[in-house]
């Protein structure tokens, strides 16, 4: 068995600790460990960072549940624009190869005494490597950190507000847009502290821990979309009510469980079916390009199926429904000819446009930057954006509308007038005379 003192820098260059089953086994078991690189140097291929490790089990080149753990001294410290991960070498019909990270986790040491880990589910030849990663300059990363935690926290300070608000006033919280609205700062409050938690804490290498805040951060993620979703559907509504009399949806009977089952369910169901399909899905880190943003996330094509498809197809149909309900707010703005009850109910249509609006810009457009992260310019516009959402929807849902201000008012000079008699009682019993 591999203990601690096998693992010690100094000593050792590279151990392999193959899984209990292949040892148990009659299978013939080879070795071959390269004392030079040369064989294995490609063009365009990632620089090698330690001793090449060649591991032979006959009639095995695959596990199903286990893994095979390597060790290995690495030759040098990564630079700024590079980071370490473990490869094998992924042969070419035409003679060529490339280092290959498919099938292979990377495990920092804790110590630099320590030798760094790769944990792969196949037999070949392994090395750790050394992969380009792109990385804005020292001081754009430390800004980039600071507008996010500053970001976050003006989130969580507006989301706050905001439920103060309905625990304050019942009439506020009897309204059915209220309620949707409360419920999205509660998907926005876990993404901003899930954010914050990115930020602070940098996973090294796969726990439980790194897998919960993984989970939690994508399940958020894609609640609140799920919000987003439903606020565009709830417009169109309003708009065909009033123009057609097609439909009304305050008329549908517990439209708050049906719109809180999907949009807190879709999620948990996307989830779940990533995991039972793929329960190692959060074994990898994203990375960011901030130095902390390191944490378990959904890679490669669970990245693109259960994260980019479920947004790019609510962006897409909230992009439809804004330019549907823009072009009726424009007409009925051309034809004022409508009695006042329309035009009452128009009104109340143009506020639903504001809140899509709103929305589309403070849980859509913004994420689109961050395809283009890369760029600097792009990373400011999307950190700025995504990460104050819960602060705009305070200023957009309490400062912005007359009613709820009144009742802030009203509550605050009842407050305040109720503090100044109860102070001349306290002072007239004190001085009797």
Not at 38 to 65: E, M, P, W
């Amino acid at each position: 068995d591999v203990n601690i003192s096998h693992l010690l820098a100094k000593r050792t260059e590279a151990v392999v600790d193959l899984p209990r089953s292949v040892l148990d086994s009659p299978r013939r078991i080879s070795f071959v460990v390269f004392l030079t690189n040369r064989a294995f140097h490609y063009k365009g291929a990632n620089v090698i960072n330690s001793r090449v490790i060649s591991i032979n089990v006959v009639n095995l080149t695959q596990f199903d549940n286990e893994v095979v753990k390597l060790h290995f001294r690495p030759m040098e410290e990564p630079e700024r624009e590079t980071k370490r991960s473990c490869g094998y070498l992924q042969l070419q019909p035409d003679g060529n190869g490339y280092w290959s990270q498919e099938g292979c986790i990377f495990v920092s040491s804790t110590s630099s005494f320590l030798l760094d880990t790769c944990l792969c589910d196949h037999l070949t030849h392994f090395a750790e490597i050394l992969i380009p990663r792109p990385r804005f300059s020292e001081s754009d990363e430390r800004i980039l950190e600071l507008l996010s935690i500053i970001g976050c926290g003006l989130s969580i300070f507006g989301v706050t507000l905001i439920a103060t608000t309905a625990f304050l006033f019942n009439t506020w919280r009897s309204v059915f847009r209220n309620r949707m609205w409360l419920q999205l700062c509660v998907a926005l409050l876990i993404l901003s502290l899930c954010f914050l938690l990115v930020a602070f804490v940098k996973y090294d290498q796969y726990s439980f821990s790194c897998l919960v805040t993984g989970v939690v951060l994508h399940y958020s993620l894609l609640a609140s979309f799920c919000w987003m979703l439903v606020v565009a559907i709830i417009a169109y509504f309003d708009m065909v009510a009033v123009q057609y009399t097609i439909a009304n949806f305050s008329s549908i009977p517990n439209k708050l469980l049906i719109t809180s089952g999907f949009s807190w369910a879709a999620p948990a169901v996307v989830i779940a079916i990533l995991l039972l399909i793929s329960p190692k899905s959060y074994v990898r880190r994203f990375e960011e390009m901030a130095p902390s943003g390191s944490f378990c996330y959904p890679s490669g094509l669970a990245l693109w199926l259960s994260v980019y498809a479920p947004i790019a197809i609510i962006l897409v149909v909230n992009f439809l429904v804004f330019i549907y309900t823009i072009g009726h707010v424009t007409w009925s703005m051309r034809n004022r000819n409508l009695g006042k009850q329309k035009m009452d109910s128009m009104q109340e249509a143009i506020r639903c446009a504001r809140i899509g609006l709103v929305l589309m810009f403070l849980f859509g457009l913004p994420w689109i930057f961050g395809l283009f992260a890369y760029k600097v310019i792009c990373a400011y516009v999307f950190t700025v954006t995504v990460t104050t959402q819960g602060f705009l929807l305070f200023l957009f849902i309490v400062c912005g509308n007359n009613d709820t201000r009144n009742m802030w008012y009203n509550k605050i000079k009842f407050t305040t007038k109720y503090r100044r008699r109860y102070s001349q009682r306290t002072m007239q019993s004190e001085n009797p005379y």
